[in-house]
T-cell receptor, first 112, second 114 residues
Framework: GNSVTQMEGPVTLSEEAFLTINCTYT??????LFWYVQYPGEGLQLLLK?????DKGSNKGFEATYRKETTSFHLEKGSVQVSDSAVYFC???????????FGDGTTLTVKP | NAGVTQTPKFQVLKTGQSMTLQCAQD?????MSWYRQDPGMGLRLIHY???????DQGEVPNGYNVSRSTTEDFPLRLLSAAPSQTSVYFC?????????????FGPGTRLLVL
């Protein structure tokens, strides 16, 4: 079956530091890949996505590239802010499956 | 559009009680899902539906029941609550279109079973 593995957290960074959160996946088909973000007390919301190999998703300074050869979708940001503190989830969804598979989430704390 | 709405926001139950968590979406999405979120365990799929009248089990279906009589609504029923069902429950919906599988989440229901 499908699975998503995220780097273990939590991650604590100083403001303006570089962020990488690793994500690798196992899938039987050709899934779309996602990063979702969850702020305290809220539901998950889409941060970025990529639907095919070599696509790069980007939003709010975050980027991730769909690497089929390494089955990875690592999240990066060049300069984090305190407001980026949240839990980040990597996920995949197969076409027409009606459901998604999520990683365990990585908690990011950014200190001023 | 309200998006995905969930009620109640918070509920306390006693062991053995039953209840229904409500979920509704106004985006005309074909797919709807229920997840539970526990510390350190990410989101685990309970049940999902690919359309009205069609439901299927996810990873952790035991103790839960669902039905989907309309496109908009997807209630989750706890048949006999147990302390192990203490969790935060999220409902999500998405479109049935390749490349558009983004899940839209509700705000969650926090459930405490004593």
């Amino acid at each position: 079956g499908n699975s998503v593995t995220q780097m273990e957290g939590p991650v604590t960074l100083s403001e303006e530091a570089f962020l990488t959160i690793n994500c690798t996946y196992t899938a039987t088909g050709y899934p779309s890949l996602f990063w979702y973000v969850q702020y305290p007390g809220e539901g998950l919301q889409l941060l970025l996505k990529a639907t095919k190999a070599d696509d790069k998703g980007s939003n709010k300074g975050f980027e991730a590239t769909y690497r089929k050869e390494t089955t990875s979708f690592h999240l990066e940001k060049g300069s984090v802010q305190v407001s980026d503190s949240a839990v980040y989830f990597c996920a995949l969804s197969e076409p027409n499956a009606g459901k998604s598979t999520f990683g365990d989430g990585t908690t990011l704390t950014v200190k001023p | 559009n309200a998006g995905v709405t969930q009620t109640p926001k918070f509920q306390v139950l006693k062991t053995g009680q039953s209840m229904t968590l409500q979920c509704a979406q106004d985006m005309n999405h074909e797919y709807m899902s229920w997840y539970r979120q526990d510390p350190g365990m990410g989101l685990r799929l309970i049940h999902y539906s690919v359309g009205a009248g069609i439901t299927d089990q996810g990873e952790v279906p035991n103790g839960y029941n669902v039905s989907r009589s309309t496109t908009e609504d997807f209630p989750l029923r706890l048949l006999s609550a147990a302390p192990s069902q203490t969790s935060v429950y999220f409902c999500a919906s998405s479109r049935r279109m390749t490349g558009q599988e983004t899940q839209y989440f509700g705000p969650g229901t926090r459930l405490l079973v004593l």
